[in-house]
């Protein structure tokens, strides 16, 4: 299996920098900030009991929901952000990731394609998108969203190693290798570069390119979180 890093980046919201007048709770939100999930459940919980059209509020909540694994209401809450007419890049960046770990790979693909029209400065969201489309086997449209993504920040290993992903599952093993040798040589602490160089020397070694092992068979292996 050759090994992919799904970073998602830092996770991404924003406290009461929204314009207009979608502006959290201090309180809430400052629970959020210190990583106290369960009380930042709670009290954003109470604030939507009082105030149940308060769309950042229930992003938060839901960004929260997805801090502690539970996935199914942390979409829900994205969703209802979404519906209450709340339109910010990152609420669709954090969509578009929950339903890419869900599987449903047309979902995120809209969810990051928002994302990336409302905000094409920011790379994790090129990067989220071209994840969503190898996903979906649309390898050239991948490869265009992560180069975007690394004309933004080129010091992401993680992208440079999705790049070597997909020419392998293109065969193209000489663009592979050559993007996993310069990661091996500026990133020498980035561990899964060196293991899918030699994943890729026992493929090109193999008595036929079809027996166990080669790109057909190749599984993912998470070597981050991808919160």
Same mark, same amino acid.
């Given at each position: 299996?050759?090994?992919?890093?799904?970073?998602?980046?830092? /996770?991404?919201?924003?406290?009461?920098?929204? &314009?207009?007048?979608?502006?959290?709770?201090?309180?809430?939100?400052?629970?959020?900030?210190?990583?106290?999930?369960?009380?930042?459940?709670?009290? $954003?919980?109470?604030? +939507? *009991?009082? $105030?149940?059209?308060?769309?950042?509020?229930?992003?938060? +909540?839901?960004?929260?929901?997805?801090?502690?694994?539970?996935?199914? $209401?942390?979409?829900?809450?994205?969703? %209802?952000?979404?519906?209450?007419?709340?339109?910010?890049?990152?609420?669709?960046?954090?969509?578009?990731?929950?339903?890419?770990? =869900?599987? *449903?790979?047309?979902?995120?693909?809209?969810?990051?394609?928002?994302?990336?029209?409302?905000? &094409?400065?920011?790379?994790?969201?090129?990067?989220?998108?071209?994840?969503?489309?190898?996903?979906?086997?649309?390898?050239?449209?991948?490869?265009?969203?992560?180069?975007?993504?690394?004309?933004?920040? /080129? %010091?992401? /290993?993680?992208?440079?190693?999705?790049?070597?992903?997909?020419?392998?599952?293109?065969?193209?093993?000489? $663009?592979?290798?050559?993007?996993?040798?310069? +990661?091996?040589?500026?990133? &020498?602490?980035?561990? &899964?570069?060196?293991?899918?160089? =030699?994943?890729? *020397?026992?493929?090109?070694?193999? /008595?036929?390119?079809?027996?166990?092992?080669?790109?057909?068979?190749?599984?993912?292996?998470? =070597?981050?979180?991808?919160?």
């Amino acid at each position: 299996m050759l090994v992919i890093v799904l970073a998602r980046f830092s /996770p991404v919201y924003a406290g009461a920098s929204y &314009p207009g007048d979608q502006v959290c709770d201090a309180t809430a939100d400052y629970f959020l900030g210190q990583e106290n999930y369960s009380e930042a459940i709670a009290t $954003h919980r109470r604030l +939507l *009991d009082a $105030h149940p059209a308060d769309a950042l509020a229930h992003y938060h +909540l839901g960004f929260a929901y997805g801090m502690t694994g539970d996935a199914p $209401h942390e979409l829900a809450e994205y969703r %209802k952000a979404e519906s209450l007419g709340l339109r910010q890049w990152d609420l669709y960046l954090n969509l578009g990731r929950a339903l890419l770990e =869900a599987g *449903d790979h047309d979902g995120a693909a809209k969810a990051l394609s928002t994302s990336v029209a409302l905000a &094409p400065e920011r790379p994790e969201s090129h990067f989220n998108l071209g994840l969503a489309y190898e996903r979906s086997g649309m390898f050239a449209a991948a490869q265009d969203q992560l180069q975007s993504s690394l004309r933004l920040d /080129p %010091k992401q /290993p993680d992208a440079r190693n999705m790049m070597g992903l997909i020419y392998a599952e293109e065969r193209d093993y000489s $663009h592979a290798r050559e993007i996993w040798n310069g +990661l091996a040589r500026t990133e &020498p602490d980035f561990a &899964p570069a060196r293991a899918n160089l =030699a994943i890729l *020397d026992r493929i090109e070694h193999a /008595p036929t390119r079809n027996a166990p092992g080669d790109r057909h068979n190749l599984r993912t292996a998470f =070597a981050t979180d991808l919160r």
